[in-house]
């Protein structure tokens, strides 16, 4: 009985381990895309207020 209540709390640790490092990829992914969207965003964003500029 031992035995099988060891390998259950082993086993239970490493899916608590599994979810961290899905948790992490996720993180990088949304990180990836978040910065992705700034550099291009940023470029309208830059060529919009230019033309406000240019247009006062």
Do not use: P
Not at 9 to 24: I, P
């Amino acid at each position: 009985m031992d035995l099988i209540i060891k390998l259950y709390v082993k086993a239970d640790e490493l899916a608590r381990g599994q979810t961290m490092t899905e948790y992490a990829l996720i993180l990088a992914a949304v990180a990836a895309i978040v910065v992705g969207g700034y550099k291009t965003m940023g470029t309208t964003i830059k060529s919009v207020l230019s033309s406000v500029n240019n247009e006062l």
